[in-house]
């Protein structure tokens, strides 16, 4: 699978089953879904499902899916997998396939996806993929798993999660400019020409680097607190690279194509 994601949560396995499991929940943590909705199905046949993503405000891609999971047997490790593709032509994803799983600690669940997917629009769309659209798609992934950490472990939902990751980079952006319009209002770096605005820009350029390098606030969601590679696994050289694959489960292969 080409995109990895990885993260503990300290929660009991029937209440991360849940919040992932089911449409209405699972929508509300991962920022890579507006809406998700179980189609009939007849009994004993795997779950079909469609997603949609508000692209912009005018804007909704959608697409459909199958999904199945199982449990693994005495050690109490679950799988789930699924199919998904999208026929809409402004959709970069056309098909592709993932997983999760959900392995028993003694603290919570290892919680773990693998997914890859193929991109339509030939070239254009290989290269938009691989540096802009992969990247992006990875941090999302990352994102919305500590944001369904932060749920299950301290009971932050999904909207107050975002709530705050907006307000604190709101603060960071605003903080930037304010310190050098104070610093230029002050004199701080003389009074005559470009020697008025130097020191005060080199300040604020410093201050961004730090803001940028400062890790959100512990109750934030932050999607470098989740490992992007396979433990074991080097990490891949660029940033739309896929990972090493890693096995996905043999429940994938019972799945049709949506």
Same mark, same amino acid.
């Given at each position: ?16 089953? $849940? ?98 997917? =193929? ?62 319009? $104070? ?73 049709? =194509?949506?």
């Amino acid at each position: 699978m080409g995109l990895y994601v990885e993260t503990r949560v300290r929660t009991d396995m029937e209440t991360l089953w $849940a919040r992932t499991q089911d449409p209405a929940q699972h929508q509300r943590w991962d920022l890579r879904f507006t809406e998700i909705d179980c189609l009939p199905r007849p009994a004993g046949e795997p779950q079909r499902f469609r997603y949609a993503v508000r692209v912009l405000p005018f804007l909704t891609v959608s697409g459909t899916g199958v999904s199945a999971g199982e449990s693994g047997g005495a050690d109490g490790r679950r799988v789930s997998v699924l199919r998904f593709a999208s026929p809409h032509p402004l959709s970069l994803l056309e098909e592709g396939s993932g997983y999760w799983r959900y392995v028993p600690t003694p603290d919570g669940v290892r919680f773990l996806t693998g997914y890859d997917y =193929r991109p339509r629009w030939g070239r254009l769309g290989a290269v938009a993929d691989r540096w802009v659209f992969r990247p992006l798609m990875g941090w999302a992934t990352a994102w919305s798993f500590d944001r369904l950490r932060l749920w299950c472990e301290h009971g932050v939902s999904p909207a107050r999660s975002l709530a705050k990751a907006v307000g604190e980079l709101t603060a960071r952006l605003i903080a930037v400019p304010a310190v050098f319009a $104070a610093l230029t209002a002050s004199g701080t770096g003389g009074a005559d020409g470009a020697a008025s605005w130097a020191l005060p820009a080199v300040v604020a350029f410093a201050l961004a680097g730090l803001l940028l390098l400062l890790p959100p606030l512990p109750r934030t969601p932050a999607a470098r607190r989740c490992l992007r590679t396979p433990p074991g696994r080097p990490t891949a050289s660029a940033p739309g690279a896929s990972v090493p694959d890693v096995p996905a489960p043999a429940l994938l292969a019972t799945l049709e =194509r949506p």
